[in-house]
């Protein structure tokens, strides 16, 4: 067995803590300024699909507006601005401590927080532009077996 780290000291428990506890509330913290910062460009964009605003003539206790930003079932309404939502993709798929997360995964941490028509087809096509989802991704196809040559006719 090697010794690689007889050299190597362990945090004492109390102070590991304390480290873990300090880089829980720093990671708290910048996922709490990302989504503000987030809300601020959704007022900054007050523009709203014809869905939406169908929807909050309706007056429901589902959907409702605070402060410029649009709720519809407890979810924030991004409006229709490519930089906005694919600052949104980009945040829930290049994720570093779960990776890049599949389709159905990504839709429901999305769907968590987040709601625009075609939400769904955006995640879907996200994905299947992102270089290392397709460089990773398991194919489900049987291999092809060996190539044959043709006999090629000498004449008609």
Known sequence: MKEDNKDVKLLNEELWSKRMTAEIMMMKRKTTADKNNRIKEIRRNNT?????????????????????????????????????????LKKNHNLVDIGHPEQQWMSELL????????????IKEYIQECFRCQQNKVQHQKKSGELHLLEISQGL
């Open 111 to 122: 769907k968590r927080n987040y709601w625009w028509p075609g939400l769904k087809e955006d």
């Open 48 to 88: 709203r699909e014809k869905e939406v605003v169908q929807v909050l003539k309706k007056k429901d206790e589902l959907t409702w507006e605070e402060v410029i930003v649009i709720y519809m079932e407890e979810r924030i309404y991004v409006p229709n601005n490519k930089k906005i939502r694919e600052e949104i």
